[in-house]
């Protein structure tokens, strides 16, 4: 089972004491014919900069780098499984080989998906107060 997400996340100048969060609710249905085994989450370069009326200021790779690199100072793009949180950085989920294992679908550590089964995860982008404002164009890949 493979299945790949492009998302368009927004950041604003967060202008209060409280971090600006914004969450994304995301239901993945594995639709084959066969579960899903060993799988986990990464980030990788976006394969669609944007809508033709708010097109990406950066390259995707500079929007990759910079998202992992704001996770290494745990903000960033945080993943939610069921209350078990994971932020992506350089170390996880910046690629297939540091994933961020799915810990809600079936199975013994809970890293399968069953055909025609769902599960939801929760998408959070946190940033401190007067970060700069910017879009970030990211693939979301489950695999």
């Known amino acids: 089972m493979s299945a790949e997400y492009t998302y368009y996340i927004n950041s604003e100048v967060a202008t209060?004491?409280?971090?600006l969060v914004t969450s994304l609710v995301i239901t993945?249905?594995?639709s084959g014919d066969l579960t899903g085994t060993d799988l986990g989450f990464?980030?990788?370069?976006?394969?669609?900069?944007?809508p033709f009326d708010y097109p990406s200021t950066d390259s995707p790779a500079t929007n990759l780098m910079d998202i992992l690199a704001q996770g290494n100072d745990n903000e960033g793009i945080v993943i939610d499984q069921n209350g078990n949180t994971t932020t992506f950085d350089s170390g996880a989920g910046s690629n297939?080989?540091?994933?961020?294992?799915?810990?809600?679908?079936?199975?013994?550590?809970?890293?399968?998906?069953?055909?025609?089964?769902?599960?939801?995860?929760?998408?959070?982008?946190s940033f401190s107060v007067g970060t700069p404002s910017k879009n970030f164009y990211i693939d979301l890949v489950i695999e």
């Open 16 to 19: 209060d004491p409280q971090e």
């Open 96 to 125: 297939y080989s540091n994933r961020i294992p799915l810990t809600i679908g079936s199975g013994t550590d809970g890293d399968e998906l069953a055909s025609g089964a769902s599960i939801e995860v929760t998408l959070t982008l």
């Open 28 to 30: 993945i249905v594995n």
């Open 42 to 50: 990464y980030l990788k370069v976006a394969s669609n900069t944007g």
